[in-house]
């Protein structure tokens, strides 16, 4: 436990963390209280469950005075929760002057959990691959994702396949970037349930900077390029439809931003766009303690459950830095505003290889089902595949 002082009153050090838990499984985390200048005495309870998870807090009262202390969460998932993208456990920390609180994020898939290599990139070797999933249900299971094959030719395909089980895919139809003048294809995505329309966003690198484009369809069977121009200076989006505001939300990289930092949009049309924060990690994740996310940030995913906004985002430290990487990482946001950094001392998943590449997931999920599809490093080499992980009834 590294505990910084110099402050004066208590703090968290850390307000958010993260683990990966199957259902019937359990684990723990630690909080680390800072003490101040007076010493005080700190109730801990659990303020928000809505998964019903089994907690333990040890201890559960606490008197701070001249030295760092730990508080031990302890959390079992039972069998039958139903599914979520994460379960979110919010912990109170109440002194007598003050009260703060913490959050954990409880991912419900882990290396253990079956596994299927959805597609494999061509060529075994560390600029090749495929993956930058986007996924909806509709009907049939649909994933978008798009090819690098080598640097002279990185995001030559993009491609939407279908299934009838989420993990059997067959190749509905494909993209090719020199049909459009574009230097490369990355992240597409389908926004997470619509109000009629499917509603397909995707990134295209058109020479010095990228953009992004919409393009809408009564199915996925009517999406065809290149659609209209949506977000000038964008990249990698995630998006959804908000039901509470009547308006799409997408979160993505804006190349403007120092490492591609996130921004958060809202829109009814595509045409018009409100900002909802215009930088996520330079002016709030980091200053929360995030100390490894600083470039190559990009957005996974975006889902609303339980009240918050949950972010599923992949970044780099400065150095060693290395293109076509990331690490995973999430945030939870109630208004899209202010964020919550759930993984700020490590990533909550890295790959194997060269890079340890574990980026751009994104979830289904219903009561008994989850499928989070990734891509992954899986060779010493660097191949980067894009793969699920799962649990079926």
Known sequence: MVCHLACSDWRLQLIGRAIKLRRGSSGRVAFTLVPGERED????????????????INPERITLSGSCAEVIVDIEVPTKTSYKPVWILGLEFKGSRKTSRGFVAVFPV??????????????????????????????????????????????????????????????????DKKDYSYASFEQACFVKEP???????????????????????????????????????????????????????VAYSNCKNPGHDLAVISTKDFEKFEIESASIFYTQLIGQGNSWARTHIHVG??????????????????????????????????????????????????????????????????RDSYILYAEEEVTARGRKDLVAYYDLP
């Open 301 to 366: 995913s975006l889902f609303k459950v339980d009240g918050y906004y949950v972010l599923f985002y992949d970044a780099l430290p400065s150095r060693p830095s290395s293109f076509g990487s990331g690490w995973l990482g999430v945030a939870i946001s109630r208004d899209l505003k202010k964020w919550i950094d759930l993984t700020p001392d490590k990533p909550l998943w890295q790959g194997k290889g060269i890079d340890k590449t574990f980026r751009y997931v994104d979830v289904y999920f219903d």
């Open 41 to 56: 005495e700190i109730e801990v309870s659990v303020f928000e469950n809505p998964n019903d998870l089994n907690v333990l």
């Open 110 to 175: 882990n290396e253990k959990s079956h596994k299927k290599t959805i597609r494999e990139a061509i060529q075994d070797d560390k600029t090749f691959a495929v993956g930058a999933p986007g996924f909806i249900k509709a009907g049939k299971y649909y994933l978008s994702y798009r090819w690098r094959n080598g640097n002279e030719e990185r995001g030559r395909r993009l491609e939407i396949a279908e299934s009838s089980d989420g993990l059997e895919y067959v190749t509905l139809k494909y993209f």
């Open 195 to 249: 109000p009629s329309n499917v509603v397909f966003l995707y990134s295209a690198d058109v020479g010095r900077t990228w953009n992004i484009y919409v393009v809408e369809g009564k199915h996925v069977d009517d999406i065809t390029l290149p659609g209209r121009l949506a977000i000038a200076d964008g990249k990698d989006p995630a998006s959804l439809y908000d039901q509470s505001s009547d308006s799409y939300i």
